[in-house]
């Protein structure tokens, strides 16, 4: 078989990992099905007469681990989405007698219904689906204050009016989720999950950061061997700050922007040079850091640019009502990983940091900070990673410090500008695979970027992070006084 699919063109070699993939996820998706009608074969209430126990199994993920020859970790998301899809058609409760007498349960499919449809009609991959559901997590149990019932069509149909908004809510984002998922990686539409989950739920976002703060801890032991061992566990400010740490240091090992100034790339490339690991590295680096401390010279360690943490607050003009003429903070998220922090703790940082004001629109698109110098300044490269998150090409999850600045419309050849208009961040590889390979980015004023691919003739949308689209959304158009974009 194998002498066979080597003798087959590009392109049917592309299409034969499609359809087998296609393949792949029909078996997938009747294995879950099974595998949740298994869980609920052996559930408590059946004891030793439950299918798995019946077959010398403590639970159905150990059935299922050992049928399928999987991990245990890939059983136990079989078990969970197959859980899930049978739930979504939860059995017919009591009619109450009268619209002053609520049902024992409330009248609702579950919120993750849409992914169990979408799973089933072929929609979404198992492993979208579990990505969106986790990621979402359960809607807050809230005490139902108020019964809203409807009895326009018979039985009626009593719920507690805090649940059905709740309900409503996260169902609207799974759906959406799913509408996102035919051009979005799985990571992606998880972390994007996560940052809507903090949104919907402030509160519980607030109490999930807290929790991660009091989970943090540093230990260090010495094993029987003689080596010391330690163990880390970040609350997310921590995290953010030790990933600025390592990843600026360490950018010209692992694909980062290429260099201008002379010195800076001879630095670089005695760093790609360098016969230790990049686990070596950044031990070595951590330990100096610490050692030094404030004395620390940062320009040996990091070069012309300095390690730290962007913090993006998202702000809306003060209510009516309030007798403020400034603006409120709506939200706030890490610049890279868009994870979301409480509003208060963005605060925090600007009264030790500072702050520098940038508008956009709710694409996320900044104000017109056109140049006609060839490199984009500081300010424009901050606005680019506000807009774009990171690297646009398709499916690369390369974070915006680790990104290059790109005109879509050559400098000199076609007299093109250094306008945040008219620029992206692509990393090193796709930046480079861009000039050698063909392709080019085109854009019509402030509308899609669109890729096109030489061996193709429709083109392909780079889409900004999700998480951004989530971000934007609560943003007031920018006054009419701002110029318009460039065509």
């Known amino acids: 078989m194998s002498a066979t699919i080597a003798l087959l063109s590009d392109d049917d070699v592309a299409r034969l990992i499609e359809q087998a993939g296609a393949l792949a996820r029909s078996a997938k998706k009747i294995g879950i099905i099974a595998s949740g009608v298994a869980a609920q074969r052996s559930n408590r209430d059946a004891g030793h007469a439950g299918l798995a126990q019946k077959r010398g199994y403590?639970?159905?993920?150990?059935?299922?681990?050992d049928l399928t020859g999987s991990?245990?970790?890939?059983?136990?998301?079989?078990?969970?989405?197959?859980?899930?899809l049978l739930d979504s058609t939860p059995p017919a409760s009591a009619p109450p007698a009268s619209c002053d007498e609520p049902p024992t349960a409330p009248a609702l499919d579950p919120w993750h219904a849409p992914l169990g449809r979408a799973?089933?009609?072929g929609t979404v991959s198992s492993a979208q689906h579990d990505a969106i559901l986790r990621g979402l997590g359960e809607p807050p149990a809230l005490d139902p204050e108020a019964i809203v019932c409807s009895c326009a069509t018979e039985p009626c149909v009593c719920v507690a009016a805090a649940t059905a908004t709740v309900h409503e809510a996260w169902s609207l984002a799974a759906e959406q989720l799913i509408?996102?998922?035919?051009h979005r990686t799985v990571d992606e539409l998880r972390h994007t999950a996560r940052v809507v989950r903090d949104q919907l739920d402030p509160e519980g976002a607030e109490q999930r950061y807290l929790a991660r703060w009091q989970a943090r801890s540093f230990r260090i032991w010495t094993d029987q061997t003689g080596t010391h061992r330690g163990s880390l566990v970040f609350d997310d400010d921590g995290a953010a700050w030790i990933r600025a740490i390592t990843e600026t240091a360490l950018r010209p090992r692992r694909g980062g922007p290429r260099f201008v100034d002379p010195d800076e790339k001879k630095r670089a490339q005695r760093l790609v040079d360098d016969p230790r690991t990049n686990d070596q590295l950044m031990y070595d680096l951590i330990i100096d850091v610490l050692r030094s401390g404030s004395l620390a010279d940062a320009d040996s360690v990091f070069g012309t640019r300095q390690a730290g943490v962007r913090v993006v607050t998202v702000t809306a003009a003060s209510p009516a009502d309030s007798g403020s003429t400034g603006r409120v903070a709506i939200t706030a998220h890490f610049e890279d990983s868009g994870a979301v922090m409480p509003v208060w703790a963005a605060?925090?940082?600007?009264?030790?940091?500072?702050?520098?004001?940038?508008?956009?629109?709710?694409?996320?698109?900044p104000l017109y900070l056109g140049r006609e110098s060839r490199l984009f300044s500081p300010k424009q490269r901050l606005a680019l990673a506000l807009r774009d998150g990171g690297c646009r090409w398709t499916g690369c999850d390369r974070p915006a410090?680790?990104?290059?600045?790109?005109?879509?419309?050559?400098?000199?050849?076609?007299?093109?500008?250094?306008d945040i208009d008219?620029?992206?961040?692509?990393?090193?590889?796709?930046h480079m695979n861009l000039h050698?390979?063909?392709?080019?980015?085109?854009?019509?004023?402030?509308?899609?970027?669109?890729?096109?691919?030489?061996?193709?003739?429709?083109?392909?949308?780079?889409?900004?992070?999700?998480?951004?689209?989530?971000?934007?959304?609560?943003?007031?158009?920018?006054?009419?006084?701002?110029?318009?974009?460039?065509a």
């Open 436 to 486: 050698h390979g063909g392709w080019r980015i085109t854009r019509s004023g402030l509308g899609d970027f669109l890729l096109h691919a030489p061996d193709r003739t429709d083109p392909i949308v780079l889409r900004p992070r999700l998480h951004l689209k989530y971000a934007w959304e609560h943003i007031e158009p920018p006054p009419k006084r701002f110029r318009a974009a460039a």
């Open 347 to 365: 605060a925090q940082r600007t009264c030790t940091t500072g702050s520098i004001d940038v508008t956009v629109d709710r694409d996320g698109n």
């Open 119 to 121: 799973l089933i009609t």
């Open 401 to 418: 410090h680790y990104c290059e600045s790109q005109h879509i419309d050559h400098y000199v050849e076609d007299e093109g500008h250094t």
């Open 71 to 84: 991990t245990r970790a890939d059983a136990a998301r079989a078990v969970r989405l197959g859980e899930s």
């Open 422 to 430: 008219r620029g992206i961040l692509l990393c090193r590889f796709h």
């Open 179 to 182: 509408d996102e998922s035919l």
């Open 58 to 65: 403590r639970n159905p993920v150990s059935l299922v681990q």
